[in-house]
């Protein structure tokens, strides 16, 4: 199958698991956050601050368009974001470069992320929207695009809050073109202002206290470690709960990583081209930025321990950093693409519930 069709047949199967686990979820893929998105999105006078608007306006929007119900405006929102993600990329890159980074999407937590009225499908697509600019800019510097990669970074922050971190990655990436690092001061002052609207508007900052008691450092650092191992298991072992799905996609994966590593393991060294290196590079650096920043957060504010949904940016920016990378590879492409998949079909153990 060539790779524009393997990107639709791909975008149709995502579309028909979303759907299904939807459908079949006594909630219908809803969480006390998505209750607070879907008020505010059906009567912007229930906006307390508590979470930045721009997720709500967009399945308000969406909704409007298309007569959906708000819940479902948010699930048809979902897709519409990674189907126009998929069409920049495919852009940018061509198709069969693209399918490699598009086929994250197909993995068990990201098809989950995707199946909730939750905000992180859209954060996600900004973030790599985010790296691009930071990468175009670093490449073709002009006005225009500082202007585009300025309002990137606003948007990502109106999605989730915690969009600001990225003014700690264009500080480092900038950090020897102070005229173009301005963009981060830029930001700053917009989010200073958002907040002061917030303050006027709520009579609160953002919504609820978000400060307070937290663990001891050693406790918190013992969270972010074992969030950190569960990204990269194809199921969590969650505290209280049945592991024997955990174990068994534990003993899978492991097989899986020894018969890929033995069928590369001969392949000469590949080389990178510079360009590829370094948006690749960009993506690993925000990752870690961003688990730098909610570690910092978390230190100083008890919101919920880090879970798959809240590490998901760092992930995301991880496996498109790799997949960049084995884009430019075609022998090892063609060794691993029977791995890959595997993989994709057995991150899906996630899916099952937890009981």
């Given amino acids: 199958m060539k790779p524009t069709g393997l990107i639709i047949t791909g975008f149709a199967l995502l579309s028909g698991f979303v759907f299904a686990l939807v459908w079949i979820n006594?909630?219908?893929?809803?969480?006390?956050?998505?209750?607070?998105?879907?008020?505010?999105?059906?009567d912007f006078s229930h906006y307390d601050g508590t979470f930045?608007?721009?997720?709500?306006?967009?399945?308000?929007?969406?909704?409007?368009?298309?007569?959906?119900?708000?819940?479902?405006?948010?699930?048809?929102?979902?897709l519409l974001v990674i189907?126009?993600?998929?069409?920049?990329?495919?852009?940018?890159?061509?198709?069969?470069?693209?399918?490699?980074l598009l086929s994250v999407w197909l993995l068990g937590q990201f098809v989950k992320i995707m199946a909730f009225t939750w905000s992180e499908t859209a954060f996600l697509v900004l973030l790599a929207e985010g790296v691009w600019a930071i990468f175009q800019v670093k490449n073709q510097s002009d006005s225009a695009g500082t202007i585009r990669l300025l309002i990137g970074l606003i948007a990502l922050f109106l999605v989730r809050y915690v969009g600001a971190f990225m003014i700690?990655?264009?500080?480092i990436?900038?950090?020897?073109?102070?005229k173009i690092a301005a963009a981060a001061l830029a930001l700053c002052a917009f989010i200073?202002?958002?907040?002061?609207?917030?303050q006027q508007v709520t009579g609160s900052v953002w919504g609820s206290s978000r400060l307070g008691p937290v663990e001891p450092p050693g406790a918190l650092a013992g969270l972010f470690g074992r969030a950190l191992l569960n990204e990269v298991l194809i199921r969590d072992f969650l505290p209280g709960y049945p592991t024997g799905l955990a174990w068994l996609g534990l003993i899978g994966q492991t097989g899986w990583l020894l018969f890929a590593g033995w069928s590369v393991a001969k392949i000469p060294k590949p080389v990178v081209s510079p360009q590829t290196r370094q948006l690749a590079r960009l993506f690993l650096l925000a990752g870690v930025v961003y688990?730098?920043?909610?570690?910092?957060?978390r230190s100083i504010s008890p919101f919920d321990a880090p879970?798959?949904?809240l590490m998901a940016p760092a992930t995301f920016c991880a496996l498109w950093a790799g997949l960049l990378w084995l884009t430019e590879q075609p022998d090892y492409q063609q060794r691993l693409r029977w791995y890959w998949l595997g993989l994709i079909l057995m991150s899906w153990i996630g899916l099952a519930p937890y009981q």
């Fill in 26 to 42: 006594p909630n219908h893929g809803t969480s006390p956050d998505s209750a607070v998105y879907l008020h505010i999105a059906t």
């Fill in 192 to 198: 200073i202002s958002y907040f002061w609207i917030n």
């Fill in 173 to 178: 990436a900038f950090r020897k073109r102070p």
């Fill in 291 to 297: 688990v730098a920043v909610l570690f910092a957060l």
């Fill in 168 to 171: 700690v990655v264009v500080l």
């Fill in 52 to 78: 930045p608007i721009g997720y709500p306006t967009l399945i308000r929007l969406v909704s409007e368009l298309t007569g959906l119900e708000p819940l479902w405006a948010s699930k048809v929102l979902n």
């Fill in 307 to 309: 879970n798959a949904r």
């Fill in 83 to 100: 189907g126009g993600s998929g069409a920049l990329w495919v852009k940018r890159l061509g198709a069969e470069r693209a399918a490699w």
